[in-house]
T-cell receptor
Framework: GAGVSQTPSNKVTEKGKYVELRCDPI?????LYWYRQSLGQGPEFLIY????????DSGLPNDRFFAVRPEGSVSTLKIQRTERGDSAVYLC??????????????FGPGTRLLVL | AQKITQTQPGMFVQEKEAVTLDCTYD???????LFWYKQPSSGEMIFLIYQGSYDEQNATEGRYSLNFQKARKSANLVISASQLGDSAMYFC????????????FGGGTRLMVKP
């Protein structure tokens, strides 16, 4: 079956510009997560959706970052006034949403964002 | 303090040999889960194995097994009979019962399998 998909796979932008990153989760998964992975590091949590609502946005670094999931399926991560430090791979994951400790999160291939 | 520590930035293993990747964790929760993911050069995180804090037996999944030592707060991944396709980054991660649904990842270990 189809896994988590993310578009675009690569995005190059200039400092100060606005970008949108899209995530299409596995069909039927109600939980959706965004992580950011800087070069040479492990992924860091950004935000978690259960259905349409952001259940936990404690990982968003500042108010330039915002994410939505209006219909409980596709999610968009929005970054305003991009900075060079925002350059990273942005990973999306989804899970069935049963709130079980052992529930596996399934990851997409990521979007590589480069801010010049 | 780091919640997940992976002290081996890089490891070499001979094809067909076994290798152990180290992971130590820090939590005050009694209930938590530990995960290992593989990240090949393509970038996608692939789930390998899970161990719950209350599981009495070490988890196993095919060639992967987890050496879980709760008192030492370690959850090392053992890969038996290494294959060339095992060359990748490996990440240990934790989900704490009182910290929501997020995964907290370590810095990873790069495994290189030599033919």
């Amino acid at each position: 079956g189809a896994g988590v998909s993310q578009t675009p796979s690569n995005k190059v932008t200039e400092k100060g510009k606005y970008v949108e990153l899209r995530c299409d989760p596995i069909s039927g998964h109600t939980a959706l997560y965004w992580y950011r992975q800087s070069l040479g590091q492990g992924p860091e949590f950004l935000i978690y959706f259960q259905g349409t609502g952001a259940a936990d946005d404690s990982g968003l670094p500042n108010d330039r970052f915002f994410a939505v999931r209006p219909e409980g399926s596709v999610s968009t991560l929005k970054i305003q006034r991009t900075e060079r430090g925002d350059s990273a791979v942005y990973l999306c994951a989804s899970s069935p949403g049963l709130a079980d400790l052992k529930e596996t999160q399934y990851f997409g291939p990521g979007t590589r964002l480069l801010v010049l | 303090a780091q919640k997940i520590t992976q002290t081996q930035p890089g490891m070499f293993v001979q094809e067909k040999e076994a290798v152990t990747l180290d992971c130590t964790y820090d939590t005050s929760d009694q209930s938590y889960g530990l995960f290992w993911y593989k990240q090949p050069s393509s970038g996608e995180m692939i789930f390998l194995i899970y161990q719950g804090s209350y599981d009495e037996q070490n988890a196993t999944e095919g060639r992967y097994s987890l050496n879980f030592q709760k008192a030492r707060k370690s959850a090392n991944l053992v890969i038996s009979a290494s294959q060339l396709g095992d060359s990748a980054m490996y990440f240990c991660a934790m989900r704490e019962d009182n910290a929501g649904n997020m995964l907290t990842f370590g810095g990873g270990t790069r495994l290189m399998v030599k033919p």
